[in-house]
């Protein structure tokens, strides 16, 4: 199975938000999924025969448009020997647009793992259920935060973390008796702490061992009681088998679970979380100087820094949505150009207010990723799902850079 490169799965994922949106009239819309097994032969002799069925469509726009959507598929596979590793999906047809009025889009994707199997659907939406879920993290992280007063059990889904329940323990504190009284009241306490540890361990194996993407497990505490409830082994054996570290840190509740997370920052290094909140911070660092250090942010200034080489690393939000659009009218045949989140908003023409066609659609991200790669540039996507990643996007328009040399 072939991985995607970041800039794909950043194309992937947005070309996905472009087809999830559309919808046609009647049954127009063709979803294809051709799985690398499938010979692109049987896949061609099968839309041929789809075509001529076609043919039996009672409305002629409808069958017209279905037919023009087969053709270019057609076309399409010609640039194809086979399949590639991953397979191919195709989404092609008419979208609405208004004033019974339809514009043909196309999108072909490789996606991020193999398509399972071979689909053909035409529908007045676009089938994507087979890969909605292809961009989700595999990867979880378990995480406890534990004192004898209070537990917090939770995950670390990707860059999200989410709190599954808190408990608050009952444990009587300790007192200053002396004698039988005490031993009794001592015995007390430890047969209520471990009655709670029980309590604690039974909701994290609950919570862990249905996650067949659970690949390890965080604890942490501001005392000695979480390094006994490992030592102990109070969960079960092959969670016990998945456990990391544990931290210390200053709080058992959700808080402690953003906590524990950062300070087994050393421990998950490699985890995209860590990579953007390390570079996130670097950034930071540098905008905080009193010059402004080596940092750069805003569109046309990173740009401009960009194609003078000038950019070490260029920093993008995964949720920047920015294309420049060329579009004719299809009324009065007026051309312009307009900014849009993508290439399927609907643009009005300003002579005749018809909904333009789109010529051409050019991705910021892609035009800024071209550039980069053009100098030597690293290049690193940072989610909107983290803090840092959000602060990206919201104050600095998802766009900044670290600089190899400053630049007026």
């Known amino acids: 199975m072939t991985e995607l490169t970041d800039l794909q799965t950043y194309e992937f994922r947005r070309s996905l938000e472009e087809v999830r949106k559309l919808s046609g009239r009647g049954t127009e819309l063709i979803s294809l999924y051709i799985p690398p097994s499938k010979q692109i032969s049987d896949v061609s002799n099968y839309l041929r025969s789809e075509y001529s069925q076609s043919s ?48 043909m889009v196309q999108f072909v994707l490789e996606p991020p793992e193999q398509v399972p199997t071979f689909i053909y659907r035409c529908d007045s939406k676009f089938f994507t259920e087979t890969i909605e879920g292809m961009l989700e993290t595999k990867e979880t992280y378990g995480l406890i935060v534990i004192d004898r007063s209070e537990a917090t059990i939770g995950y670390l889904h990707g860059k999200r973390i989410e709190s599954v329940k808190n ?20 015995r ?28 390890g497990v965080l604890v942490g505490g501001p005392g000695p009681t979480k390094e006994f409830f490992v030592k102990s082994e109070y969960l ?5 088998k998945k456990i990391i570290d544990t931290f210390d840190v200053g709080y058992t509740d959700e808080y ?29 660092e540098e905008i905080r100087k009193p010059d402004g250090g080596l940092s750069i942010y805003g569109e046309e200034q990173v740009k401009n820094a960009l194609m003078i080489g000038a950019v070490d690393t260029l920093i993008l939000s995964e ?15 007026a051309k312009k150009e307009a900014l849009a989140k993508d290439s399927t ?32 540039t690293k290049v690193e996507f940072v989610s909107g799902e983290s803090e840092e990643g959000g602060l990206l996007l919201k104050a600095f328009g998802g766009i900044a850079g670290i600089l190899r040399f400053r630049v007026s």
């Open 56 to 103: 039996n469509i009672k409305s002629a726009s409808t069958r017209k448009n279905v037919q023009a959507a087969i053709s270019s598929i057609l076309s399409r596979l010609k640039n194809f020997k086979q399949p590639p590793e991953n397979g191919l999906v195709f989404f092609v047809g008419h979208r609405s647009i208004g004033a019974d009025q339809t514009d």
């Open 319 to 333: 949720d920047l949505r920015r294309v420049k659009l060329k579009l004719t009218c299809p009324s009065c045949g």
């Open 256 to 284: 402690g679970l953003k906590e524990l997370v950062e300070k087994a920052r050393e421990s998950l290094k490699d985890i995209d979380l860590m990579r953007e909140k390390d570079l996130m911070q670097k950034l930071f």
């Open 345 to 376: 908003d609907d643009v009005k023409c300003d002579k005749c207010s018809a909904i333009m066609k789109v010529d051409e659609a050019d991705d910021l991200v892609g035009e800024l990723h071209k550039i980069a790669g053009q100098n030597n």
């Open 188 to 215: 007390a306490i430890e047969i209520a702490a471990h009655e709670y540890y029980k309590k604690v361990a039974g909701v994290a194996n609950e919570s862990f061992l249905s996650r067949k993407d659970l690949v």
């Open 236 to 240: 079960h054996y092959e969670l016990q």
């Open 167 to 186: 408990m608050q323990s009952r444990v009587p504190s300790k007192h200053g008796r002396g004698g039988q009284s005490a031993r009794r009241f001592e």
